[in-house]
């Protein structure tokens, strides 16, 4: 049962602190997306990879965000200092997109992180 | 600047009737529009696609109707049944692209027994 694997499911920390969340794409998608869920943005994009490489993250507050894909199983996002108005959940999504293209993209069950 | 708008946050119907989302969207180079429905606490799970070659496409008790000219898209379910309920969002990309995938603020769909 192929699934996107999203970790941790909840995080609470204080302000100022750093957080990393991560995720486990499907095995042989070439393509990663990180979204945050929240009531006024509905679903924002943050970054997302094609076959590991950063194609934008132009959604990111770049002063304390940064996500990386190390391989082809995982990828990071991290906050470093966290802020209560990072308060949101954070989705993965993976699909293979591009050359081998099916546009459906496939979900975790997302992080909900709450910075105190 | 939101390119794919839901401007309905919320509806509600009644059990057996037809439930119509509705989707705009700004950017004309997107060229494929996709559903999605999430429960809470889950992640968002993919429901019905359509490419801009077509104007419609149907899936049991979805289908997904879309006027180009007009930029908009819609949803529609016949008929509603409780366990439709849930939050639907509006997405869409440009193929051969960046293929970056954009989603609306999504619509509450409340359906009532």
């Known amino acids: 049962d192929a699934r996107v694997t999203q970790t941790p499911r909840h995080k609470v920390t204080e302000m100022g602190q750093e957080v990393t969340m991560r995720c486990q794409p499907i095995l042989g998608h070439n393509t990663v997306f990180w979204y945050r869920q929240t009531m006024m943005q509905g679903l924002e994009l943050l970054a997302y990879?094609?076959?590991?490489?950063?194609?934008?993250d132009s959604g990111m507050p770049k002063d304390r965000f940064s996500a990386e894909m190390p391989d082809a199983t995982l990828a990071t996002l991290k906050i470093q200092p966290s802020e209560p108005r990072d308060s949101a959940v954070y989705f993965c999504?993976?699909?293979?997109?591009?050359?081998?293209?099916?546009?459906?993209?496939?979900f975790g069950q997302g992080t909900r992180l709450t910075v105190v | 600047d939101q390119q794919v708008k839901q401007n309905s946050p919320s509806l509600s119907v009644q059990e057996g009737r037809i439930s119509i989302l509705n989707c705009d969207y700004t950017n004309s180079m997107f060229d494929y529009f996709l559903w999605y429905k999430k429960y809470p606490a889950e992640g968002p799970t993919f429901l019905i696609s359509?490419?801009?070659?077509?104007d419609k496409n149907e899936d049991g008790r979805f289908t997904v109707f879309l006027n180009k000219s007009a930029k908009h898209l819609s949803l529609h379910i016949v008929p509603s049944q409780p366990g439709d309920s849930a939050v639907y969002f509006c997405a869409a990309l440009a193929q051969g692209g960046s293929e970056k995938l954009v989603f609306g603020k999504g619509t509450k769909l409340t359906v009532n027994p």
């Open positions: 359509i490419s801009s070659i077509k």
């Open positions: 990879f094609r076959n590991r490489a950063p194609l934008d």
């Open positions: 999504a993976s699909g293979s997109l591009g050359r081998t293209w099916d546009p459906e993209a496939f």
